[in-house]
Nanobody, 121 residues
C-alpha cells in the first residue's frame, strides 16, 4: 500500500509559478513510477507528467513541455511538480499518482486526494 498526500496548490496570476509536492508513504513507494494528473472544471482527468522510479526518465504532456518539470527525491519519498508560465487553462485539481508508468491513467494504482490550482487572468 502507498499513501500519497499533495500540497502546494493555491491561487496564482497568469504567468506565475507554483511548486506542488507529493509525500509518499509505504515501504515500496520509491519503486513506483510517480505521476501528476489534473482535472479541470467539467473535464476528464488528464495526464501531466510522469517520472521513473530512478528519476532518470520523465515524460510530459505536450502542452506542459517546457513549462512544467517533474522531479523526485527517493530519500525523502517526495515527488514535485514545478509549474512555470502558468495559464488560466492550467486551473484544475492536481493529483499525484503511483503506478507502472506511461501516460495511461489505468496504469496508476494509488492516488492522492488532490490539490487545487487556480490561475487568474
Amino acid at each position: 500500500q502507498v499513501q500519497l498526500v499533495e500540497s502546494g496548490g493555491g491561487l496564482v496570476q497568469a504567468g506565475g509559478s507554483l511548486r506542488l509536492s507529493c509525500a509518499a508513504s509505504g515501504r515500496t513507494a520509491s519503486s513506483y513510477f510517480m505521476a501528476w494528473f489534473r482535472q479541470g472544471p467539467r473535464k476528464e482527468r488528464e495526464f501531466v507528467a510522469t517520472i521513473s522510479s530512478s528519476g532518470y526518465t520523465t515524460m510530459y504532456a505536450d502542452s506542459m513541455k517546457g513549462r512544467f518539470t517533474i522531479s523526485r527525491d527517493n530519500a525523502k519519498n517526495t515527488v514535485n511538480l514545478q509549474m512555470n508560465s502558468l495559464k488560466p487553462e492550467d486551473t484544475a485539481v492536481y493529483y499525484c499518482a503511483a503506478g507502472r508508468g506511461t501516460r495511461a491513467i489505468w496504469n496508476y494504482d494509488y492516488w492522492g486526494q488532490g490539490t487545487q490550482v487556480t490561475v487568474s487572468s
